[in-house]
């Protein structure tokens, strides 16, 4: 599959094919993805999303490997996204195909995990707009959890660790938006969760920020949240650090 990327560097559909492939042999084991990466599939899939970017399924697909490639990796993949300009093709791709759910999901995670990769990528991200591309996503796609999910999980790697991200993400009215999903889609356990995570990001340390997130009934979503999804983990304890951040 990358040596056929290699060998038809201008098949955009061929490519689009290639890169299909490797997202599904990405989802099937952890095995696969070093190897994926050990061909060197991250060079290979950005070229191909900056030789193509008004090609629809290849940045579909491109999204979707870089998704599984820097997903729980080690520092070198999401280095290496990085470098080879893979958050700029992402973005590029949010915003040129808006309509498109693989897009809005697949892209959206991977910003999320680039995010938390660097303080720079944090500042790069707000620079490109993603605030503005996620909180849009919620809107365009609220009928589908995983992108809702994953645009808090963004707008979360922006803030995290930054006081003066949590507070430009609050100016530019991200806190209401993501209670917003929250209360709509109580039976997703992970929007519950990503949620909770930017909400707590957003409140660390900020007084303003904390009683925004009151005022708004977090306290209550969140309760319900936890009550009802007893056995995911990652909802679990993202919810006890908000309301451990909203005590302080």
């Known amino acids: 599959t990358l040596e056929a990327m290699r060998q038809h560097p201008r098949a955009l559909e061929l490519e689009a094919a290639a890169q299909a492939a490797l997202h599904q042999l990405a989802i099937q084991c952890a095995a696969n993805v070093e190897r994926i990466v050990e ?3 991250v060079k290979l899939v950005c070229m191909a999303m900056y030789k193509g970017p008004k090609a629809r399924e290849l940045q579909e697909t491109g999204c979707a490997v870089l998704r599984f490639l820097v997903a729980d990796s080690e520092e070198e993949v999401p280095f290496q996204v990085t470098h080879m300009g893979g958050m700029q093709f992402v973005v590029g791709a949010l915003d040129e195909f808006p309509d498109s759910v693989p897009i809005a999901e697949h892209g959206l995670a991977v910003l999320s995990h680039l995010g938390w990769f660097s303080p720079e990528n944090q500042e790069n991200m707000v620079t490109m707009g ?6 849009s996503a919620m809107q365009r796609h609220a009928q589908w959890p995983k992108v809702l999910a994953f645009a808090c999980a963004a707008l979360e790697s922006i803030a995290n660790d930054s006081k003066e991200h949590r507070k430009e993400l609050a100016e530019r009215g991200v806190i209401e938006p993501i209670l917003q999903v929250m209360r709509a889609n109580p039976e997703f356990a992970n929007v519950q969760a990503y949620g909770c995570a930017a909400l707590q990001s957003l409140a660390c340390n900020s007084f303003k ?11 209550d979503i969140v309760s ?4 009802a999804h007893p056995n995911s983990w990652k909802l679990q304890e993202f919810g006890e650090m908000l309301f451990e951040t909203l005590e302080q």
């Open 209 to 219: 920020n904390r009683r925004s997130v009151m005022q708004g009934g977090a306290e």
């Open 130 to 135: 993603v605030v503005e591309l996620a909180l």
């Open 39 to 41: 061909g060197g599939a």
């Open 224 to 227: 319900a949240a936890l009550d």
